[in-house]
């Protein structure tokens, strides 16, 4: 029984995403913008990018943002 609880406590391990580079208050501060959903979709398109393994660094995800502007 402890050797299924490891194996299920390494599978969740394994499984778990990243945390995002920026998060929408960062996005917000670098693009000067309010609360909106062009924020939402920066967020959406910048965390599919890390997850691609697009996006590898904090900076690589600031330089995304602040050259993909709206």
Same mark, same amino acid.
């Given at each position: 029984?402890?050797?299924?609880?490891?194996?299920?406590?390494?599978?969740? /391990?394994?499984?778990?995403?990243?945390?995002?580079?920026?998060?929408?208050?960062? *996005?917000?501060?670098?693009?000067?913008?309010?609360?909106?959903?062009?924020?939402?979709? *920066?967020?959406?398109?910048?965390? /599919?990018?890390?997850?691609?393994?697009? *996006?590898?660094?904090?900076?690589?995800? /600031?330089?995304?943002?602040?050259?993909?502007?709206?």
């Amino acid at each position: 029984l402890r050797r299924i609880e490891e194996l299920k406590k390494l599978n969740a /391990e394994k499984n778990r995403l990243p945390p995002p580079h920026l998060n929408g208050n960062e *996005i917000m501060a670098l693009l000067n913008l309010p609360p909106s959903p062009a924020v939402g979709a *920066i967020i959406n398109e910048l965390r /599919e990018r890390q997850l691609a393994g697009v *996006i590898k660094t904090k900076a690589e995800a /600031e330089l995304f943002v602040k050259h993909r502007g709206l």
